[in-house]
């Protein structure tokens, strides 16, 4: 059974780097037909999906995050990573990992899920 699992730092500071990294096992990253998200959740506001990666290491983005999101895998160690640059306020939210058959997911459905880690954004 694939397990996910999301690290990285609790808060940050507004204009930094966000940097979040998920650890998979029970699933390589490269099995085909299998989409590996990130999603993030702001208080009040709905799930937003950030972009994703699938198998073959091709990176779909959201175009609302004005290229603040980038994604990347490292295989050996079965992870892919979230870089969120500029951060604001805004961006404090819940933010999951997520494995998938669809590239864009917006509800928590058939997909497996991280247990999401909080990130706030203050100085």
């Known amino acids: 059974q694939v397990q996910l699992q999301e690290s990285g730092p609790s808060l940050v500071k507004p204009s930094q780097t966000l940097s979040l990294t998920c650890t998979v096992s029970?699933?390589?990253?490269?099995?085909?037909?299998?989409?590996w998200s990130w999603i993030r959740q702001s208080p009040g506001k709905e799930l937003e999906w950030m972009g994703a990666?699938?198998?073959?290491?091709?990176?779909y983005s959201n175009p609302s995050l004005q290229r603040r999101a980038s994604i990347s895998r490292d295989t050996s160690k079965n992870q892919f990573t979230l870089q969120l640059s500029s951060v604001t306020p805004e961006d404090t939210a819940v933010y999951y990992c997520?494995?998938?058959?669809?590239?864009?997911?917006?509800?928590?459905?058939?997909?497996?899920w991280g247990q999401g880690t909080q990130v706030t954004v203050s100085s």
């Open positions: 997520v494995r998938d058959r669809v590239v864009v997911v917006t509800a928590k459905g058939a997909g497996s």
């Open positions: 990666i699938d198998s073959s290491g091709i990176i």
């Open positions: 029970g699933e390589s990253i490269t099995t085909n037909a299998f989409y």
